[in-house]
Nanobody, 125 residues
Framework: QVRLVESGGGLVQAGGSLRLGCAASGRSFTTYALGWFRQAPGKEREFVAAIRWNGVGTYYEDSVKGRFTISRDNTKSTVYLQMNNLKPEDTAVYYC??????????????????WGQGTQVTVSS
């Protein structure tokens, strides 16, 4: 059974930092891109960041560029999202996702195969 399990969410003041982690299990993800999405109350889920299977290519939504960093450790089948200088508008449930690198990155098809259950991030002003 494939599972993606997020961790590291919580409550932080504006300007603070959090590090999210997502552990994948149940299959090999070495050819899969890994990504982070978020959904705020009353809003649609949006892309935050993604990283290619080999960790070389990274992609970010404009509002998080320079503040968030995505990384992965294929030996641990884990993807991380380091979030610095957090803002109240970053408040959301954050989800990790996995999809074939060829599809979601090379072909640009926003269709991810596996999703985590989400972790809440709340940034107070």
């Amino acid at each position: 059974q494939v599972r993606l399990v997020e961790s590291g969410g919580g409550l932080v003041q504006a300007g603070g930092s959090l590090r999210l982690g997502c552990a994948a299990s149940g299959r090999s993800f070495t050819t899969y891109a890994l990504g982070w999405f978020r959904q705020a109350p009353g809003k649609e889920r949006e892309f935050v960041a993604a990283i290619r299977w080999n960790g070389v290519g990274t992609y970010y939504e404009d509002s998080v560029k320079g503040r968030f960093t995505i990384s992965r450790d294929n030996t641990k089948s884990t993807v991380y999202l380091q979030m610095n200088n957090l803002k109240p508008e970053d408040t959301a449930v954050y989800y990790c996702a996995a999809g074939p690198d060829e599809r979601v990155i090379v072909s640009g098809v926003n269709l991810w195969d596996y999703w985590g259950q989400g972790t809440q991030v709340t940034v107070s002003s």
